[in-house]
């Protein structure tokens, strides 16, 4: 006699089926998750753009000297135009090297007079307030900004002026706690501080140079680049609203005979430079057996490295955010990427797929990823590099996007089967121009991201901890981002090595150029 009932008999006969099946089934191979992004829809982004008038630009700058606005004595002006459809924003003076003459005494009597008397705690007041109103136009800033220099209005809304505001911020703090900067050392500030800005970062470059010189009691003559002056004009309408005391801040504009007279004036103290390497060389034979005090950042060509243990996706964005942010015009722009050769196929797939995403166009449009090139000379040296890489024998890859017809446009574009010693691997192209190279081993990667004349920055994307410490300790670059790319901020100090310049701007490190440390 069966001890199990009927419907047990018949829910073994159903499990013994079962698990008949799931032997007998025919195993299939996995299929690898290699789907492509397609963008081939015409679906599309609804315009999105930022209103004009929420900025006042004037038809005509002079020049900012003593807390006024001054007429340049060549009685010259020069156009700034927007990048994006050529059209003239403004006529801003062209200051001769008897103008720098009067900026410079002005701030020697400003520095001798009322600005290194001022204690340290008043002095920071300023600084805050100027922090505070840089806060309250951030929009009008970040308008003007995208208008002169053609970068996406995201941005420099999200970015440049934040970033630029929170390091007037930063040195506020700073201008009272010296004593505990550098203890047991007394601090006395330099004098009269020369600054040279580029375009690629206007109102962030001037923030970056004169928060630091004048919390530490100096004051500043500035000249920012002849093809991006309007946020740093804007900022000396700020200055002049915030009250601070006439003289500590002027602000001349022209080109580089203006830059060349600030840097041989016999009454400066220090000067601070942040542009290309060959005016950088220029610089130093200037100075060279003069005391003045200096810091140079210069060029970079980063190398941006991905292991195979490295989270791809995450670092695809990375890579993008390194490369194609402001168009390329950063110094620190992840260049060159050597990826490792497990993982190449798919990284290149998946960066092609994502530069295919990336929208071109209207620099004010909050929808728009890459604006417009700087200027039409620089737009002629990418587009030279571009036919370099072509004839050295690297496979070009550029997006499909459509560009504006007017104004000055680069497809944002890479370069694969790259060698180490092709051209758009080892000189600055300052574009949205990537070169990718290969790699096996940790040896192999550092002896070719270090093959370079440059040493500003690097990236390393990978899971391991260990990695990244040994990749940190070994590379010759002034910042190592370790998962990410392009992040500042106020409290780090930023620098390079080698032909990338010397000296470290922002953070506590930043205090140091403006200061003499006595006893």
């Not at 104004?407 to 089967?417: A, D, H, K, M, V």
Request: hydrophobic share 40%.
């Amino acid at each position: 006699m069966s001890d199990t009932t009927g419907d047990e008999q018949n829910y073994y006969r159903w499990l013994n089926k079962n698990i008949m099946a799931v032997k007998t089934k025919k195993v299939t191979t996995k299929k690898s998750n290699t789907i492509k992004l397609k963008f081939d829809t015409s679906w599309s982004y609804a315009p999105a753009p930022e209103s004009k008038s929420a900025a006042t630009i004037n038809k005509q700058y002079d020049l900012f000297i003593n807390g006024e606005w001054q007429k340049p004595s060549s009685k010259k002006y020069f156009e700034t135009i927007n990048p994006a459809n050529e059209e003239k924003l403004s006529e801003v003076a062209e200051a001769g090297s008897v103008d720098v003459d009067k900026a410079v005494k002005t701030a020697r009597n400003a520095y001798e007079k009322v600005w290194r008397k001022m204690s340290a705690k008043e002095r920071g007041k300023y600084v805050f307030r100027i922090a505070r109103m840089l806060q309250e136009k951030a929009r009008e800033l970040a308008i003007i900004e995208s208008l002169d220099g053609g970068k996406p209005i995201r941005e420099s809304r999200d970015f440049d002026v934040p970033t630029a505001a929170n390091h007037f911020f930063y040195y506020a703090g700073w201008a009272d706690k010296l004593e505990y900067a550098f203890p047991n050392r007394q601090t006395e500030p330099l004098g009269v501080a020369g600054q040279i800005i580029p375009w690629n970062f206007p109102l962030l470059m001037a923030a970056w140079k004169i928060a630091p010189a004048i919390a530490t009691g100096n004051t500043v003559v500035l000249k920012p680049a002849e093809t991006t002056p309007l946020t740093a004009l804007k900022l000396a309408e700020i200055i002049q609203e915030s009250d601070l005391p006439p003289g500590v801040v002027n602000i001349v504009t022209g080109a580089g005979a203006t830059g060349a007279a600030i840097v041989n004036h016999p009454d400066i103290n220090k000067i601070a430079f942040t542009g290309s390497t060959d005016v950088g060389k220029i610089i130093q034979r200037a100075i060279a057996g003069t005391n003045k005090k200096v810091t140079l950042e210069l060029g970079g060509k980063a190398a941006n490295i991905i292991f195979e243990d490295a989270p791809i996706d995450q670092a695809v964005e990375g890579v993008i955010n390194g490369i194609y942010f402001n168009q390329g015009h950063v110094c620190c722009a992840g260049s060159r990427l050597y990826v490792q050769e497990s993982v190449a196929k798919e990284v290149i797939r998946k960066l092609k797929d994502r530069i295919e995403s990336l929208i071109v166009g209207d620099p004010l449009d909050k929808n728009t990823d890459i604006g417009a090139i700087n200027s039409k000379q620089q737009l002629e040296t990418i587009h030279k590099y571009l036919s370099i890489g072509k004839k050295e024998g690297a496979e070009i890859y550029e997006s499909s996007c459509r560009l504006p017809g007017k104004g000055f446009w680069c497809r944002p574009t890479l370069f694969t089967n790259v060698a180490q010693s092709n051209r758009i691997a080892q000189e600055e192209i300052f574009g949205p121009v990537l070169a990718i190279l290969t790699f096996r081993t940790e040896d192999e990667v550092i002896e070719k991201a270090n093959n370079s004349p440059y040493g500003l920055s690097a990236g390393v994307w990978t899971d391991k901890g260990s990695k990244i410490f040994n990749m940190t300790r070994r590379m010759r670059a002034g910042v190592v981002w370790a998962n990410t790319f392009n992040k500042f901020d106020p409290t780090s100090p930023f620098g390079g090595y080698k032909e990338s310049g010397f000296g470290r701007e922002g953070g506590l490190h930043g205090l140091l150029p403006y200061l003499n440390l006595v006893n």
